[in-house]
């Protein structure tokens, strides 16, 4: 575990990339991404548990999560796919749903797409997951808000996910 695996590559001044190695087949990471039972059980920042409330993973189907903080706060998030390519790239856009400006006092970025790559490396699977935003400052708000450290957190959970699974 531990984030060993980890890089952040900043290539342009509107995105963030992380990359993580998981000691799992790529089959088994896609489905962990792509099935609401799967999702529900790592997604999110340690200590956060998930409803799926919506997964229609087709492009032009729409996605609605609501992450659920350990004190009970909901921070509800939704997309749009615009490109699913079975075991090897999913691309959505990534937007934080309604209410959530009631739990975060914080400008909020807009108009993020969310490009998930699954690489097999020899039984194990390299994700690379990737955030383009509209302007630079929309990437530092959501540097701000500690979405990094979220996604590296979340991945922590997929990791332990992965090893039971």
């Known amino acids: 575990m531990g984030n060993k695996n980890d890089s952040i590559d900043a290539q342009s001044d509107r995105e963030i990339v992380i990359t993580r190695v998981f000691n799992a087949p790529r089959e088994l ?7 609401p039972e799967h999702i529900a059980q790592w997604w999110g920042p340690k200590g956060f548990t ?5 997964l229609d993973l087709r492009p ?3 996605s609605r ?3 659920i ?23 959505t856009t990534d937007e934080f749903d309604e209410g959530f400006e009631k739990v975060v006092n914080a400008d909020l970025p807009k108009g993020m797409v969310m490009t998930v ?20 400052e929309d990437r530092r708000k959501h ?11 979340s991945f922590d959970c997929l990791d332990e996910f992965l090893a039971t699974a």
């Open 69 to 91: 903080g350990p004190d009970g706060t909901e921070y509800p998030g939704k997309g749009v796919f615009r490109e699913i390519v079975p075991l090897e790239r999913i691309v």
């Open 50 to 54: 998930t409803k799926v409330t919506e």
């Open 29 to 35: 990471v896609f489905k962990a991404w792509t099935d």
């Open 60 to 62: 032009g189907g729409k």
């Open 143 to 153: 540097e701000e808000m500690g979405v990094i450290g979220g996604w590296n957190s």
């Open 117 to 136: 790559l699954f690489e097999d490396l020899d039984g194990k699977t390299k994700l690379t997951l990737r955030i383009v935003h509209e302007s630079a």
């Open 65 to 67: 999560y609501v992450m």
